[in-house]
């Protein structure tokens, strides 16, 4: 059985840091690209950054270029999402998902992701 744990999100101030963790069970992640996303309340799910199975790069949306790192422990089968110079926007539910497509130079959309983790709650606010 898949399943993926998330954790690291909570209430930061705009300019802060957070990096959440997206612990796999029941796949071996470095087979997989894994996508972040996030959702904002009364708006769509949206992909903030991937590392791609295709070579192992890290793909990300403009709103995140330069903030945010995403990376893979292959050891932990873990995955992780660096978050600074967090902003008011960045305020949401953020999500891990897996999916064997090989991205190449974007991150992808929900419907082409397999399986997902529950989530972790990120709030920016002064």
């Known amino acids: 059985q898949v399943q993926f744990v998330e954790s690291g999100g909570d209430l930061v101030q705009p300019g802060g840091s957070l990096r959440l963790s997206c612990a796999a069970s029941?796949?071996?992640?470095?087979?997989?690209?894994i996508g972040w996303f996030r959702q904002a309340p009364g708006k769509e799910r949206e992909g903030v950054a991937c590392?791609?199975?295709?070579?192992?790069?890290?793909l990300y949306d403009d709103s995140v270029k330069g903030r945010f790192t995403a990376t893979m422990d292959k050891s932990k089968n873990t995955a992780y999402l660096q978050m600074n110079n967090l902003k008011l926007e960045d305020t949401g539910v953020y999500y891990c998902?897996?999916?064997?497509?090989?991205?190449?130079?974007?991150?992808?959309?929900?419907?082409?992701?397999?399986?997902w983790g529950q989530g972790s709650q990120v709030t920016v606010s002064s």
């Open positions: 029941g796949l071996t992640v470095a087979l997989y690209a």
């Open positions: 590392v791609s199975n295709y070579d192992g790069s890290a």
């Open positions: 998902a897996v999916t064997v497509i090989p991205f190449r130079s974007r991150v992808g959309q929900p419907h082409e992701y397999d399986y």
